[in-house]
Structure formats: C-alpha cells, structure tokens
C-alpha cells in the first residue's frame, strides 16, 4: 500500500512539473486588442497602445529575431487617417510567427461563397507575403499567394477573387521576409453576390 502511493505521488509530482516546464515554455505567439463594436478596423483607424485593433500582430515582443517597429502612420495614407506601417532593419525570412507581420480570420465568411479581398500597398526596399486562403481549428486551404520585393513609391491595389473551400474561413496574413518600409491600407474583404 506505501508503495502505491509512492508510486501515485512521484507520478503526480513528476506529471505538474512536466506541465509547469511546458507552459512556461511556451512563447507568445501574437499580439492582439479585440474590440468587436468596431468591425473590421481594415484601414487602421483604431489602434490602442500602439497596435491596430482586431488583428494579430507579429510583434517585437513575439518575433524572438529581428529588429522592427510597426506604426500607425498618419502622414502615408489611402483611407482614413492613417496606415499600418512596419519598418524592418532586420527579420527572418520564415513568415508566419517568425517574422514581423499581422493576420486575421474571418468567421464570419461562408464555404461556397465568393469574396472579393483587396488592399492597398507602398513598398520600399522590403520583401513582403501576403496570403489569402481557407483555414479551420484543424487545417488549412490553398488560396492566393503575393510575394513581392518590388519598391513602389505610390499606393497599388491589389485585388483577389477567393470562393472559400468546404468547413473553412477565410485568413488573412501579411509578413515582411527582408528589410525596408511597408505600408497596407484599406482591407477589404467583400462578399462577391451571385446572379
């Protein structure tokens, strides 16, 4: 019997540190502010502390390499007030959580429904992805791919046609794969009606 509640015990006290290692161990992996009354926030005009509301950002703070800042920038603009500006000195060529940027699921979008997405860019000397396709809690879909180095010194809308696949939403996500400056402005994500 003292024996098996050894046993039960070392099992019990090995299992909590094993759990406590473990979520101490985990990094966080986005920034966010939600704040559901405003919508979308697709031209960045709400931002509080710094960060735009209602997207994930891949943050200083979260990005373990690399040196950037992301702004809400008042002087270049195509909506509004203001645009979502990373200035980049240096970053990880990975994507996802490994390099700066920022992403968002759209719940709300519907499986064999068509969305027109379209957004406005200003790029100076950086790489940058942009990727829109279908995800749900257990996997993802292929969509539409922009991958530019390209420098352009005036805004550039770019526009895409995406019917979202079966038990999915649509994700948007954004990241800066070299340095430079990065400007986005005026997301949108448009319900295409069928006739």
Request: glycine content about 8%.
């Amino acid at each position: 019997m003292k024996n098996s509640i050894k046993k039960n015990s070392f099992f019990i006290l090995t299992l909590v540190i094993m759990v406590t290692v473990f979520l101490n161990s985990c990094d966080q992996m986005s920034e966010s502010i939600i704040d559901k009354s405003i919508g979308t926030n697709g031209s960045f005009e709400h931002a509080k502390n710094g960060l735009p509301v209602n997207w994930f950002l891949y943050t200083p703070k979260t990005v373990q390499t690399g040196s950037f800042d992301i702004i809400t920038d008042t002087t270049e603009f195509k909506d509004g007030k203001q645009s979502l500006k990373f200035l980049v000195r240096e970053c990880s060529a990975m994507g996802g959580r490994l390099s700066p940027g920022f992403f968002q699921e759209f719940h709300e979008t519907k499986p064999g429904e068509t969305y027109k997405v379209s957004f406005w860019i200003k790029n100076r000397g950086s790489e940058f992805i942009v990727k829109i396709y279908g995800v749900s809690d257990m996997k993802g879909e292929d969509g539409h791919v922009l991958k530019s180095k390209e420098t352009f010194d005036t805004w550039r809308l770019f526009e895409y046609l995406y019917t979202i696949p079966p038990k999915v939403w649509i994700r948007f996500e954004m990241n800066i794969l070299q340095p430079g400056s990065f400007w986005i402005d005026d997301i949108k994500i448009e319900r295409v009606k069928n006739n």
